[in-house]
């Protein structure tokens, strides 16, 4: 006589076979990104990382102003008036990748901020040397910029939009140009080192979204 499997005794045996059959699954790659993705995030990555090694050097080449370094607890109020008085715009916004700052958000952000840099360095190296290599660097990093949005064919949204400079027309002296010099710079830091977050959380954000599959 065949003994008869109860309803509770099937439903556990599913749950078992989807369990094995769901582990025993392959992986997919960490990058579930297109090649070119990843090539390109890696060139910017190797980017970001010279630019953050060159430039306390070209801070020291160009700065000649008491009281300007790159240590943040030096700054003022006075400072920070000026920032304001120049008209220099404020770092572009890389939050952690969610359901709210999507991929497209985060690269687009990046393409705006190294669209912003590339626009301050070149107004203040035609007031002093000492930038030209920075501006290569940000150049070529724009540059691999576009291609990961090219790769998975994101498109500009209003955070992609640069605000307008309109820094030559009040560097009225050599102190103003060196506080633009030293807040620009110190903002590239700080922008280089959200980039490197950035591109680490989109590295996590692809092994989560490969591991399940």
């Given at each position: 006589m065949t003994a008869r499997v109860s309803p509770t005794a099937t439903?556990?045996?599913h749950c078992?076979?989807?369990v094995v059959l769901v582990q025993s699954a392959p992986i997919s790659p960490a990058s579930d990104s297109p090649p070119a993705f990843r090539e390109a995030a890696e060139r910017v990555k190797m980017l970001v990382e010279k630019i953050l090694r060159?430039?306390?050097a070209a801070h020291a080449t160009v700065i000649n102003t008491e009281g300007l370094t790159l240590d943040p607890s030096t700054q003022t109020t006075n400072l920070q008036m000026m920032v304001t008085s120049l008209g220099i715009p404020n770092i572009p916004v890389l939050k952690p990748l969610s359901e709210r700052f999507t991929l497209d958000m985060c690269v687009s952000r990046m393409s705006a901020g190294g669209r912003l840099y590339q626009g301050l360095l070149g107004v203040l190296s035609?007031?002093?040397s000492g930038l030209t290599d920075l501006q290569a660097d940000v150049r070529d990093l724009l540059t691999h910029i576009r291609k990961m949005k090219e790769a998975t064919q994101i498109g500009a949204d209003s955070s992609d939009e640069i605000q307008s400079l309109d820094l030559a027309s009040r560097l009225h002296?050599?102190?103003e140009?060196?506080?633009a010099v030293h807040v620009t710079l110190t903002q590239l830091r700080s922008f280089c080192h959200d980039?490197?977050?950035s591109l680490?959380?989109?590295a996590a954000y692809r092994l989560r979204a490969a591991g399940t599959l």
């Open positions: 439903a556990l045996l078992f076979l989807f060159d430039l306390p035609e007031r002093l002296g050599n102190y140009v060196q506080v980039l490197i977050r680490r959380a989109v």
